[in-house]
Nanobody, 123 residues
Framework: QVQLVESGGGVVQAGDSLRLSCVALGRTFSTYAMGWFRQAPGKERELVAA????????YYADSVKGRFTISRDNAKNTVYLQMNSLKSADTAVYYCAAGQAFGRIKNGLGDYWGQGTQVTVSS
């Protein structure tokens, strides 16, 4: 069995910070690209941040640049999303995804998905 499990969501005030975690169970994802997506009610799912394996590059949506940081700990089979200076527009369900190629994640595709964790930011 392969499973991605997100955690760390919650209800916070604007300006607060949260760190989301995504733990991969059942196999190693050290050679997979990882990404965080989010989806607000009535909105399409969008890619927030992505990180490949090995290479020190990242992708961020323009709306979160300078506020969010994606990182990974391959030894723990975990990817993180540090979210700072949160605002109401960040309210959404956040999903972790793993893809066999960085370009695949950047194009909104994932081979494995987590169940999502709710982030609610009050203004």
């Amino acid at each position: 069995q392969v499973q991605l499990v997100e955690s760390g969501g919650g209800v916070v005030q604007a300006g607060d910070s949260l760190r989301l975690s995504c733990v991969a169970l059942g196999r190693t994802f050290s050679t997979y690209a990882m990404g965080w997506f989010r989806q607000a009610p009535g909105k399409e799912r969008e890619l927030v941040a992505a990180i490949p394996w090995g290479i020190s590059i990242t992708y961020y949506a323009d709306s979160v640049k300078g506020r969010f940081t994606i990182s990974r700990d391959n030894a723990k089979n975990t990817v993180y999303l540090q979210m700072n200076s949160l605002k109401s527009a960040d309210t959404a369900v956040y999903y972790c995804a793993a893809g066999q190629a960085f370009g695949r994640i950047k194009n909104g595709l994932g081979d494995y998905w987590g169940q999502g964790t709710q982030v609610t930011v009050s203004s």
